[in-house]
């Protein structure tokens, strides 16, 4: 297939190369990073869109997104699909898959999860919304960068799947620290407290499958220092997306309301930026109940 893909960054450049690499002819365009094995670069992301019977974009917000789009749908060739696999807020996604649309093109909001190990391993998950026939469109290409898609409904439930999904791992990641935290103020052992709580109803990927205490459980980012792995940053990002989206449906979300304020405490006023959001544990283990 003729692919164009714009945004090559930590994400996009991975993915670009494995359909590169399957065969496919990749063009891309990004306005800073470098091209990947196998693709060639356009001189801009309408020129690079040109021809192609898919469009992916990788890109870092809503609001880039919306610009891009501007630019490539006008380019696109009649009745091709745009497949953003970006993190961004719902009502861009439905705002770009509307203006998709309208110019006879397909349209699908497919955000990832699985991070820069899965787009490197081709092993990402697909959270897609969007119509059947520009899924079917894009599915051999969904095969070859990741390992599972999920269709999830129309235009924009693909972001509103990720961001519920990611205000859940928020939620949880502060509840295993503040809890690790506290078991040791009690004087409780860590190999202890994850023998007990992975096996019994506190259990949760967040402490079963990356447990923040180094030493203890699986290894994971906390075993080396606690070097991202999924930042903290981007965290933050998406359980901003997830209180963004709740508020303007009026859904009440209390828990990601509070994780949300755990989160930009880290980032923004401490030294979260840049660490693996499951440093939240040594966070509290430094801190005085307030
Ligand atoms: P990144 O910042 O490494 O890459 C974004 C790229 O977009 C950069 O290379 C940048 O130069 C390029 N760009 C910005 N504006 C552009 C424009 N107007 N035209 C063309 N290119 C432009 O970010 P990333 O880590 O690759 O993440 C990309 C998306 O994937 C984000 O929405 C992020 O939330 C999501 N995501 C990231 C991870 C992760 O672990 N990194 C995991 C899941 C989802």
């Given at each position: 297939?003729?692919i164009?893909?714009?945004?090559?960054?930590?994400?996009?450049?991975?993915?670009?190369?494995n359909?590169?690499?399957?065969?496919?002819?990749?063009?891309?365009?990004?306005?800073?990073?470098?091209?990947?094995?196998?693709?060639?670069?356009?001189?801009?992301?309408?020129?690079?869109?040109?021809?192609?019977?898919?469009?992916?974009?990788m890109l870092p917000?809503?609001?880039?997104?919306?610009?891009?789009?501007?630019?490539v749908?006008?380019?696109?060739?009649?009745?091709?699909v745009?497949?953003?696999?970006s993190?961004v807020?719902?009502?861009?996604?439905?705002?770009v898959?509307?203006?998709a649309?309208?110019r006879?093109h397909g349209?699908?909001d497919?955000?990832?999860?699985?991070?820069?190990?899965?787009?490197?391993?081709?092993?990402?998950?697909?959270?897609v919304?969007?119509s059947?026939?520009?899924?079917a469109?894009a599915?051999?290409?969904?095969d070859?960068?990741?390992?599972?898609?999920?269709?999830?409904g129309p235009?924009g439930?693909?972001?509103?799947?990720?961001?519920?999904?990611?205000?859940?791992?928020?939620a949880?990641?502060?509840?295993t620290?503040?809890?690790?935290?506290?078991?040791?103020?009690?004087?409780?052992?860590?190999?202890?407290?994850?023998?007990?709580?992975?096996?019994s109803?506190g259990?949760?990927?967040?402490?079963?499958?990356?447990?923040?205490?180094?030493?203890v459980?699986?290894?994971?980012?906390?075993?080396?220092?606690?070097?991202?792995?999924?930042?903290a940053?981007?965290?933050?990002?998406?359980?901003?997306?997830?209180?963004e989206?709740?508020?303007?449906?009026?859904?009440?979300?209390?828990m990601?309301?509070?994780?949300?304020?755990?989160?930009?405490?880290?980032?923004e006023?401490?030294?979260?930026?840049?660490?693996?959001?499951?440093?939240?544990?040594p966070?509290?283990s430094?801190?005085?109940?307030?």
């Amino acid at each position: 297939m003729k692919i164009a893909f714009i945004g090559l960054g930590n994400m996009g450049a991975p993915m670009a190369r494995n359909l590169a690499a399957a065969g496919h002819e990749v063009t891309g365009f990004d306005t800073a990073a470098a091209p990947p094995e196998g693709v060639a670069m356009a001189a801009s992301a309408a020129e690079a869109a040109a021809g192609a019977e898919v469009v992916i974009t990788m890109l870092p917000n809503g609001e880039i997104l919306r610009a891009v789009a501007g630019d490539v749908i006008p380019a696109m060739a009649d009745g091709a699909v745009l497949l953003d696999c970006s993190t961004v807020d719902v009502a861009s996604a439905r705002a770009v898959a509307e203006m998709a649309e309208a110019r006879g093109h397909g349209s699908l909001d497919a955000p990832v999860s699985g991070g820069i190990g899965g787009a490197d391993a081709g092993t990402l998950t697909f959270m897609v919304g969007g119509s059947d026939a520009a899924l079917a469109a894009a599915a051999p290409l969904l095969d070859i960068m990741g390992a599972r898609t999920v269709h999830c409904g129309p235009a924009g439930n693909g972001q509103a799947a990720k961001i519920c999904n990611n205000m859940i791992l928020g939620a949880t990641m502060v509840a295993t620290c503040e809890a690790f935290a506290l078991a040791d103020k009690l004087g409780l052992d860590r190999q202890a407290m994850f023998d007990v709580v992975s096996t019994s109803s506190g259990q949760s990927w967040s402490m079963n499958t990356y447990c923040p205490a180094p030493g203890v459980g699986p290894t994971s980012p906390a075993d080396n220092g606690y070097a991202p792995g999924f930042a903290a940053d981007l965290m933050l990002k998406d359980l901003r997306l997830s209180q963004e989206a709740a508020e303007a449906v009026g859904a009440p979300t209390p828990m990601g309301q509070a994780a949300t304020a755990e989160y930009e405490a880290f980032v923004e006023a401490e030294d979260g930026r840049g660490r693996d959001f499951s440093a939240m544990l040594p966070r509290f283990s430094g801190k005085a109940r307030g």
